[in-house]
């Protein structure tokens, strides 16, 4: 990977251990069981919580999904056509504005944190993935040399 592009196995390790602290606060701060709602809050202020821990949820197990076929691949366990293969990073669901109105601060903050770490991880998985993939002038220009070379038989 480290010919490929700039992702080191210390960027893997700090980015895993800072995702792990993350993911332990989200799911402590949406554990429904112990997250009572005030009874005053209406239906639209739990389904709101519900949705947005679902969407935040999910979006930490991809990033730590994502880190750990990374350090899979730096310690050897994977090949690099198993982390191109199985390795991508899904795509974000951004929170729903309208359902970050009714949570309080520090959740929205959590939300938007976790938000910003896939957002790092996936423009490192895109700056990784670019690099494999042949431009169409990269392209061209070996069709025109495979063109003269052939020209000159």
Do not use: C, K
């Given at each position: 990977?480290?010919?490929?592009?700039?992702?080191?196995?210390?960027?893997?390790?700090?980015?895993?251990?800072?995702?792990?602290?993350?993911?332990?606060?989200?799911?402590?701060?949406?554990?429904?069981?112990?997250?009572?709602?005030?009874?005053?809050?209406?239906?639209?202020?739990?389904?709101?919580?519900?949705?947005?821990?679902?969407?935040?949820?999910?979006r930490m197990m991809h990033a730590l999904a994502w880190l750990l076929n990374r350090r899979a691949y730096f310690r050897g366990e994977m090949s690099e056509f198993q982390l191109r293969r199985h390795g991508t990073l899904p795509p974000d669901r951004p929170a729903d504005p309208d359902n970050l109105d009714?949570?309080?601060?520090?959740?929205?903050?959590?939300?938007?944190?976790?938000?910003?770490?896939?957002?790092?991880?996936?423009?490192?998985?895109?700056?990784?993935?670019?690099?494999?993939?042949?431009?169409?002038?990269?392209?061209?220009?070996?069709?025109?040399?495979?063109?003269?070379?052939?020209?000159?038989?």
């Amino acid at each position: 990977m480290g010919t490929h592009a700039d992702i080191s196995q210390a960027i893997i390790e700090a980015l895993y251990e800072e995702a792990l602290m993350l993911a332990d606060d989200v799911r402590a701060t949406f554990d429904l069981s112990h997250n009572h709602l005030p009874a005053h809050e209406n239906d639209f202020a739990r389904i709101a919580l519900s949705v947005e821990g679902l969407r935040t949820t999910t979006r930490m197990m991809h990033a730590l999904a994502w880190l750990l076929n990374r350090r899979a691949y730096f310690r050897g366990e994977m090949s690099e056509f198993q982390l191109r293969r199985h390795g991508t990073l899904p795509p974000d669901r951004p929170a729903d504005p309208d359902n970050l109105d009714y949570l309080s601060p520090r959740i929205r903050e959590l939300i938007g944190v976790s938000e910003m770490l896939h957002a790092r991880i996936a423009r490192l998985d895109q700056a990784w993935r670019d690099s494999f993939e042949m431009r169409p002038a990269a392209v061209l220009r070996l069709r025109e040399r495979l063109d003269r070379a052939v020209g000159e038989i």
